[in-house]
């Protein structure tokens, strides 16, 4: 069985902040797997926003970097995501991933207005 469950999102205004998690059912050790968010806006293509690899190095997307930080508890089996300073342009669906894997989360909307 191999689950990923992301809450957190929800409706914020420009400037403000969130703090995305995922919660991760899967066999192995999930200290083994890289992991990351991915966001979906209306009309686009998914796009990787963060990457925390299995020794815990980080990577971000261009856009979000300075305002994103990536996480994981390993002894938890979670990841999180706290964004800051939000922009109308990070209005998406965010996607939790296992890397190396087909399994994906059913995603958290995340809706910043203007």
């Known amino acids: 069985q191999v689950q990923l469950v992301e809450s957190g999102g929800g409706l914020v205004q420009t400037g403000e902040s969130l703090r995305l998690s995922c919660a991760a059912s899967?066999?192995?050790?999930?200290?083994?797997?890289?992991m990351g968010w991915y966001r979906q806006a209306p009309g686009m293509q998914r796009d990787l926003v963060a990457l925390i690899a299995r020794n815990g190095g980080t990577s971000y997307a261009d856009s979000v970097k300075g305002r994103f930080t990536i996480s994981r508890d390993n002894v938890n089996r979670t990841i999180h995501l706290q964004m800051y300073s939000l922009k109308p342009e990070d209005t998406a669906i965010y996607y939790c991933h296992i890397g190396g894997t087909q399994y994906w989360g059913q995603g958290t909307q995340v809706t910043v207005s203007s």
């Open positions: 899967l066999r192995g050790m999930f200290s083994a797997y890289d």
